[in-house]
């Protein structure tokens, strides 16, 4: 059975820190790894990873896979309050149809 | 661009009523997903459609749960006979083809009383 799964399940840092954030996989036909930022509402896409060891960059963000290890991070720099939120990785299934999803971490920025 | 929109945002049912959610998907989209996310769980898929086609429903419960993607006008979640624990929040996405990433909605947050 597919299976994604995320770590640390809550953070909590201050302004400034800089936090990485895990995702590890099982799926029978790995085609790429996604990662959502929700907040209140809607998640919001980050990234899409599909190539192993090429880092994806947004701002303060950025994301790498690693298919050996069948994982991937995110990390944030200079952390703001405004980062808090639930951050979710997803794989999609194997029929590529379905999104997979972690439980995701919850993270808070202090002042 | 407008992105997906769901309405509406708060539904309350009170136990055996229908309940309807609606998701038009982003402009140039043809591919229509529905999740739902229950209190402290992750998000679950229940059923991918498009224009007028149900691909794959495996995630959503055989009975009192449909969906559907008419050719005009758009998706359409329906809970027939609510009950408790139907309250989640349901979230639709789009994308344009079954390959890129899907864009989500707001969410419907359904509340069973």
């Known amino acids: 059975e597919d299976k994604v799964v995320q770590s640390p399940l809550s953070l909590v840092v201050h302004e400034g820190d800089t936090v990485t954030l895990n995702c590890s996989y099982e799926?029978?036909?790995?085609?790429?790894l996604l990662w959502y930022k929700q907040e209140k509402k809607a998640p919001t896409f980050l990234f899409m990873l599909?190539?192993?060891?090429i880092e994806k960059k947004s701002g303060r963000l950025s994301s790498i896979l690693d298919k050996k290890e069948l994982s991937s991070i995110l990390n944030i720099t200079a952390t703001q309050t405004g980062d808090s939120a639930i951050y979710l990785c997803?794989?999609?299934?194997?029929?590529?149809?379905?999104?997979?999803f972690g439980k995701g971490t919850s993270l808070l920025v202090t002042p | 661009n407008a992105g997906v929109m769901q309405n509406p945002r708060h539904l309350v049912r009170r136990r055996g009523q229908e309940a309807r959610l609606r998701c038009s998907p982003m402009?140039?989209?043809?591919?229509v997903y529905w999740y739902r996310q229950l209190p402290e769980e992750g998000l679950k898929f229940m059923v991918y459609?498009?224009?007028?086609?149900?691909?794959?429903e495996s995630g959503m419960p055989k009975e009192r749960f449909s969906a559907e993607f008419p050719k005009e006008g758009p998706s359409i979640l329906r809970i027939q006979q609510v009950v408790r624990g139907d309250s989640a929040a349901y979230f639709c996405?789009?994308?344009?083809?079954?390959?890129?990433?899907?864009?989500f909605g707001q969410g419907t947050r359904l509340t069973v009383v």
């Open positions: 997803a794989v999609p299934s194997n029929s590529g149809y379905a999104l997979n």
């Open positions: 402009k140039g989209h043809s591919h």
């Open positions: 799926v029978t036909n790995f085609r790429s």
């Open positions: 459609l498009q224009k007028e086609n149900i691909i794959d």
């Open positions: 996405a789009s994308s344009p083809n079954s390959q890129s990433e899907a864009f």
């Open positions: 599909t190539s192993s060891g």
